[in-house]
C-alpha cells in the first residue's frame, strides 16, 4: 500500500489517509500508542504519539500536525514548535500529504530534520522509521535517554523574567480591514496563555464592544455604557480606568478586562478638543495601572482624529492590519505621516519612546490557492518594497468561522440577544473554526517572540 496524495481533498482526509491509515501503522503504532485530538491545557493537538509510557514527565514523543492540502506549512511552524515546547515533547510532524516535513525539540529551539514529498512517503520510510518510528524511539529513549532527553524548561514565554505592562494598538487609516477582528481575538489569544489582558475600544462604531458581549441590551433605555465609557476616561482627569472597565461576557475562558465606547464619541469630541490635556490622558491613566495588565490592545477608529491620536500616543507598539489591497496600501502613507509628525512628536513631549511598527498585518486574506501562489507574495513584497513598513509573518485568511463567532446569539424570552464568542470559544463547539483560531494562536506567539514577553 502506498500513500497517494491526489486522495486528500481536505484537512480530515490528511488526517484519515495519511496518519491513520498510513502513517502510524508503517511507524509501528497501534491504537495503545497514539492518540487523536488531544487537549493539552489551551492546546488541541491533531495527533500524538508515545513510544515508552514508563518514562516520566512526557507528554508524548512525537506531536503530528495535519494541514489543509492547499496550506502552506510554512505558515504554520512556529505554531508546532510551540506546541512542542508546552508539551514537552521530542518530534513534530507537519504534513499537508503533498508535503511532508519533520521537526526535533532541542531545548527551547526547533530544529528542522527532514523533508519529503508526499508521493516520497513511501520511499523514504526507512529514514522516517529511523527517526520517529516506535521501534527506533523506544530503542534509543530507553538505553540513551539521556541524549535524548534535554533538560527541559518551561517555555521561553515562561523563562523570561516579567516585563512591564505592553500596549500594541490595532490601527490603520483605511477601514474595514479586520481592526476589531484582529484586536478581540488577539486579546482573547493572549488571554489563553495566562497573560492579563486589556481590550480598550476607542472606535465610535463600538464593534470591539459587541464582539466581546458587552451588548446584552435591546432597548436604549436599558443602555448602561453610555455614562462610563472611554470617553469619560479621556474628558474627567479625575475618572481611572476602574471606574469603567468591564468583564467581556460570554466571549473567552479566559474573560478579558474591556473598556467600552460608545457611538456617542462621535459628537462629543468637540468637548475633548477644547482641552489639550485629553489626548495625553489614557497614556497616563494607563500608566497607573502597569501592574495590573500584561497587555493592553487599543482597538482604534479608521481616522485621524483625536481618538487615533489618544490610543497611540498610549501604545508602545502598532500592528497594522490590512488587506493587501491598492486602498489599503494608500492609507499607509496616511499612517506613516501621521505617526511622524503628530504621534512621536507628542511621545517626545512625555518622554517616552518612539512608537514602535511591529508590522503590516495580512487580515482579510482569500485562501484561494491561485491567489496565495502568484498574488499574495508580490502583495506583501509591495508593503516593504514600496512603502517601507515591515509586514509581519503571520497572516490572517478571511473565514467564515470568524464572522459566524461574532454573530452567535442567544434566546431569553421573546428576545433574541447578541451572544459573541471569540473564535478559540466558537473553535471548542465548531471544528471548521480551528484554522483561525490556529492562526491567531500563532500570532499571539509571533508577538510574544517580538517584544520578549
Given at each position: 500500500?502506498?500513500?497517494q ?5 481536505n ?11 498510513y ?9 495503545d ?8 491545557g489551551n ?6 504519539t508515545v513510544?515508552?509510557k514508563?518514562?516520566?514527565n512526557l ?5 503530528i500536525e495535519?494541514?489543509?492540502p ?5 505558515h504554520?511552524v512556529r ?14 510532524v507537519?504534513?499537508?500529504?503533498k ?9 527551547d529551539?526547533l530544529k528542522f ?7 516520497n ?11 520517529i518510528g516506535k ?6 529513549l530507553s538505553?540513551?535517554q539521556?541524549?535524548?532527553v ?9 523563562e523570561?523574567?516579567k ?9 490603520h ?8 477582528t484582529?484586536?478581540?481575538?488577539l ?10 489582558v486589556?481590550?480598550?475600544?476607542i472606535?465610535?462604531?463600538a464593534?470591539?464592544i ?7 441590551f435591546?432597548?436604549d433605555?436599558d ?7 472611554v470617553?469619560?476616561l479621556?474628558?474627567n482627569k479625575?475618572?481611572?480606568v476602574a471606574d469603567?472597565v ?9 474573560e478579558?478586562d ?12 468637540r ?7 485629553s489626548?495625553f490622558r489614557?497614556?497616563?491613566k494607563l500608566?497607573l495601572v502597569?501592574?495590573?495588565?500584561d ?10 482624529d483625536l481618538?487615533?491620536q489618544?490610543?497611540?500616543?498610549a501604545?508602545d507598539?502598532?500592528i497594522i492590519?490590512?488587506?493587501?489591497k491598492?486602498f ?5 502613507n ?9 504621534i512621536?512628536s ?8 518612539l512608537?514602535?511598527?511591529?508590522g ?7 485562501t484561494?490557492?491561485k491567489y496565495?501562489?502568484?498574488?499574495f507574495p508580490?502583495?506583501r513584497r509591495?508593503?516593504s ?7 509581519m509573518?503571520?497572516?490572517i485568511s478571511e473565514?467564515m468561522?470568524?464572522?459566524q463567532c461574532?454573530?452567535?446569539?442567544i ?5 433574541e440577544?447578541p ?6 470559544n466558537?473553535a ?8 483561525s483560531a490556529a ?5 499571539a506567539?509571533e508577538i510574544?517572540?517580538k517584544i520578549g514577553?
Amino acid at each position: 500500500m502506498q500513500f497517494q496524495p491526489r486522495s486528500c481533498h481536505n484537512e480530515r482526509e490528511v488526517e484519515s489517509k495519511l496518519i491513520v491509515q498510513y502513517l502510524l501503522p508503517k511507524l509501528g503504532y497501534s491504537s495503545d500508542n497514539w492518540y487523536q485530538e488531544v487537549s493539552y491545557g489551551n492546546i488541541r493537538l491533531d495527533f500524538s504519539t508515545v513510544a515508552v509510557k514508563k518514562m516520566k514527565n512526557l507528554s508524548s514523543c512525537v506531536v503530528i500536525e495535519a494541514k489543509h492540502p492547499r496550506e502552506n506549512l510554512d505558515h504554520h511552524v512556529r505554531r508546532l514548535g510551540h506546541y512542542l515546547m508546552k508539551t514537552k515533547s521530542f518530534y513534530g510532524v507537519l504534513t499537508n500529504g503533498k508535503e511532508f516535513r519533520i521537526y526535533q525539540r532541542s531545548q527551547d529551539k526547533l530544529k528542522f530534520l527532514f523533508c519529503c514529498q508526499g508521493e516520497n512517503i513511501a520511499n523514504n520510510l526507512n529514514k522516517i522509521n529511523a527517526l520517529i518510528g516506535k521501534e527506533s524511539l523506544t530503542k534509543r529513549l530507553s538505553t540513551c535517554q539521556a541524549v535524548y532527553v534535554p533538560k527541559v524548561s518551561q517555555s521561553p514565554i515562561k523563562e523570561l523574567p516579567k516585563k512591564s505592562m505592553k500596549v500594541i494598538a490595532v490601527y490603520h487609516h483605511k477601514g474595514g480591514v479586520g481592526k476589531t477582528t484582529v484586536a478581540t481575538n488577539l486579546a482573547a489569544a493572549f488571554s489563553n496563555q495566562g497573560k492579563r489582558v486589556l481590550l480598550i475600544d476607542i472606535d465610535a462604531q463600538a464593534n470591539t464592544i459587541f464582539a466581546t458581549g458587552l451588548i446584552k441590551f435591546q432597548f436604549d433605555d436599558d443602555d448602561d455604557l453610555k455614562d462610563k465609557n472611554v470617553f469619560h476616561l479621556l474628558h474627567n482627569k479625575q475618572i481611572q480606568v476602574a471606574d469603567v472597565v468591564r468583564k467581556s461576557q460570554g466571549f473567552n475562558q479566559p474573560e478579558v478586562d474591556v473598556i467600552p465606547s460608545h457611538i456617542t464619541l462621535i459628537e462629543r469630541q468637540r468637548d475633548l478638543l477644547k482641552k489639550a490635556a485629553s489626548a495625553f490622558r489614557l497614556a497616563n491613566k494607563l500608566n497607573l495601572v502597569e501592574n495590573n495588565y500584561d497587555f493592553v490592545l487599543i482597538d482604534t477608529p479608521p481616522s485621524l482624529d483625536l481618538y487615533a491620536q489618544a490610543a497611540l500616543i498610549a501604545a508602545d507598539s502598532l500592528i497594522i492590519p490590512s488587506d493587501l489591497k491598492p486602498f489599503s496600501n494608500q492609507g499607509l502613507n496616511s499612517v506613516k505621516n501621521f505617526i511622524d509628525e503628530v504621534i512621536n512628536s507628542s511621545k517626545e513631549e512625555l518622554n517616552k519612546p518612539l512608537l514602535k511598527i511591529m508590522g503590516v498585518l495580512p487580515s482579510k486574506i482569500s485562501t484561494h490557492h491561485k491567489y496565495l501562489q502568484y498574488t499574495f507574495p508580490k502583495q506583501r513584497r509591495v508593503i516593504s518594497d514600496n512603502y517601507n513598513f515591515p509586514i509581519m509573518e503571520n497572516t490572517i485568511s478571511e473565514r467564515m468561522s470568524l464572522s459566524q463567532c461574532i454573530n452567535q446569539s442567544i434566546t431569553v424570552g421573546d428576545l433574541e440577544i447578541p451572544d459573541p464568542k471569540s473564535i478559540f470559544n466558537y473553535a471548542n463547539n465548531v471544528s471548521s473554526a480551528n484554522t483561525s483560531a490556529a492562526e491567531f494562536e500563532s500570532l499571539a506567539i509571533e508577538i510574544l517572540e517580538k517584544i520578549g514577553a
